[in-house]
């Protein structure tokens, strides 16, 4: 078999390769989930040769070179290249996040969005203990330990979820707010019955409360 003939057969067998892996993943998940192994054991043996293949081609490289003094103006073009692409590489990064401006918010409903919470200012609550009840209507998302809910009619009050009864019910771990004094986190004790809350990432909050202090206030 010549290399062109070879060379049509492999094409043929990527391209049916790559319909069946679609065909399988888009309309048999499940068998596609049973024969994974397949592709995971394919690209385990691709990473394994990527290491041996580009230390041999060094070794070639340098072999082909015959004269070894050569190496000295390759390393410093190469060295150069490196630094001059990966600088122009960063200079582009930075002039598209100046002018885009991922991320960025003008309000702070928008900000709460961004980080993955959620704000609900006519929603009633009513408390129990460290349990939390939604009246009226039901709390779609999930969330779980990893959020936090805020009380807005409650001078930010807070606490962290530590698990949820059922869908309208949440347990809270403690219930804490800033001291405006002090602007230390101090135990608090809520009302029974309020309106609005956010469901705010944990971590989110953390950051945000350090915002301005210096290292050895955080």
């Not at 060379?7 to 790559?18: H, N, V």
């Not at 996040?97 to 991922?102: F, L």
């Not at 001078?155 to 949820?164: A, C, L, P, Y």
């Amino acid at each position: 078999m010549t290399g062109g003939k070879f060379g049509k057969i492999l094409l043929y067998l990527m391209i049916a390769g790559i319909v069946l892996g679609i065909v399988v993943g888009g309309f048999l998940p499940e068998t596609g989930k049973k024969v994974a192994f397949i592709g995971d054991f394919f690209i385990g043996y691709l990473k394994m040769l990527v290491i041996p293949l580009v230390i041999t081609s060094m070794i070639a490289g340098v072999t082909g070179l015959g004269d070894v003094r050569k190496l000295g103006g390759i390393g410093r073009k190469t060295i150069l290249y490196y630094m001059a692409t990966t600088g122009i590489s960063v200079m582009i990064g930075i002039i598209l996040v100046v002018i885009i401006g991922p991320g960025k918010a003008d309000t702070k409903e928008e900000q709460l969005r961004l980080r993955g919470g959620f704000s609900f200012s006519e929603l009633s609550y009513s408390l129990a203990g460290n349990q939390i009840s939604f009246e009226h209507t039901q709390v779609k998302n999930e969330f779980d330990e990893r959020y936090m809910i805020i009380l807005k009619d409650q001078e930010g009050i807070r606490g962290n979820i530590s698990g949820n009864r059922d869908e309208n019910t949440f347990i809270v771990s403690n219930w804490v707010k800033e001291d405006e004094s002090t602007h230390k986190v101090v135990a608090a004790t809520p009302t029974t019955n309020g309106i609005g809350v956010v469901f705010d990432l944990s971590l989110s909050e953390k950051v945000i409360d350090k915002q301005g202090q210096t290292i050895g206030e955080t």
